[in-house]
């Protein structure tokens, strides 16, 4: 009876994920599909880019936002937070410098993560250029864009109305660890916020994904600005909720955005995600230990039962086994990996569940959400 359950639970998880999770698994929301028709006229932008010790990817990050083939009034601000590499000075040396505004960030207040600080500061330089911004895009600092996005991103703005466009940067997936970790990452944040229900007016579900978000200016002022969510360690989801409530936004998977930072080793990838793995369970103990055995249940069960248990309970291992390997396909496509890392999917899980008991282990010591030398959490609890 107990190896009947154990066998047939985790089909019925998966069959649940494939067909009633808004399908997420088939990364159908992309920007390249049903492109909107450009508008009558072009609304002015500002690029807000907070930054703190870039200075290996700041030239190509900037450089790619100056040359944006953008018909409209476009400036690049810059929030230098408090960076001892040289980071402003590589941004002021680039083309097209005139372009771009480079603001000295204030010191780090009490009850603020740094980036949403540099943000904050970013969003005032905004508002107080020449011609105020209808549109802000909030971008990182290791982030490439290619000529033609922000003019695809107004573009499907204005057409749909929309008071947040965002876009999940394409990641870097060349070395060994990347392969492994990297597509699950994007997986797993779909399955997480299905961009299906993202996009849904109707649908309660809300997110963002902060490598490039391009925000209405009074929405986002409406929502109580860059304050309102001055505490968040999942700042994009958390912004992706607030705007929401103010009106309808979108989230898709891209090719015109791509994160400059190169991940060498499964715990370089482990510490990016246990920046933030506690924060999503509200730092609490319960839910973590619900998580860890959801996701022993959910990823580690249908092998075992597959590999190790004979007789006919084997199959319902194998089918759940199955269809999480098929639900994986569609992102290593995406990802241009081979068909064969679907069956890695519960070794990828392991580490993931891993990487998430590292991050409430993180919390309790006091470096929770740490990030150039800021654990970043303590303000997220405060």
Not at 298 to 316: D, E, K, Q
Request: proline share 7%; with cysteine; glycine share 8%.
């Amino acid at each position: 009876m107990v190896i009947g359950v154990l066998a047939l639970l985790p089909l019925l998880i998966w069959a649940y994920l494939v067909l009633a999770r808004g399908g997420f698994w088939l990364a159908r929301e992309r920007d390249d599909r049903a492109e909107p028709p450009e508008p009558a006229v072009w609304p002015a932008i500002a690029a807000v880019v907070p930054a703190r010790d870039e200075a290996d990817v700041i030239a190509r990050s900037i450089g790619s936002l100056l040359a944006q083939d953008y018909p409209g009034a476009f400036h690049v601000i810059l929030v230098d937070d408090n960076s001892s590499d040289g980071t402003a000075e590589a941004a002021r040396a680039l083309p097209n410098a005139q372009a771009l505004t480079v603001v000295t960030g204030a010191p780090l207040p009490s009850g603020w993560t740094g980036k949403l600080w540099a943000m904050k500061q970013g969003v005032e330089a905004a508002a107080a250029l020449p011609q105020p911004p209808k549109y802000l895009l909030l971008t990182d600092a290791d982030i490439a864009h290619t000529p033609d996005n922000l003019r695809r991103l107004a573009a499907r703005a204005e057409a749909g109305g929309l008071v947040l466009t965002s876009l999940m940067a394409k990641l870097s997936c060349v070395t060994p660890a990347e392969r492994l970790l990297i597509p699950a990452f994007v997986y797993f944040f779909d399955m997480l916020y299905p961009f299906g229900w993202v996009n849904d007016p109707k649908s309660k579900v809300a997110g963002a994904a902060g490598g490039c978000m391009l925000a209405r200016a009074d929405a986002l002022e409406a929502a109580g600005g860059i304050a309102a969510i001055r505490t968040a360690i999942i700042d994009d989801c958390t912004l992706g909720a607030a705007m929401k409530r103010q009106g309808p936004i979108w989230l898709g998977l891209t090719e015109r955005a791509q994160s400059l930072r190169p991940y060498v080793t499964v715990a370089e990838i482990g510490r990016m995600i246990s920046r933030s793995a506690y924060a999503q369970l509200g730092y609490s103990p319960l839910l973590l230990a619900g998580t860890i055995a959801g996701m022993v249940l959910t990823y580690l069960t249908a092998p075992a039962i597959s590999l190790f248990v004979a007789g006919p309970w084997r199959w319902a291992g194998v089918a759940a086994w199955a269809l999480m390997a098929l639900s994986f396909q569609p992102m290593l496509r995406f990802y241009r990996r081979s068909p064969l890392w679907g069956l890695a999917l519960p070794l990828i899980g392991a580490l993931y569940t891993a990487f998430t008991v590292q991050s409430a282990i993180d919390v309790w010591r006091g470096r929770g959400g740490a990030w150039k030398g800021r654990a970043q959490a303590l303000a997220g609890r405060a």
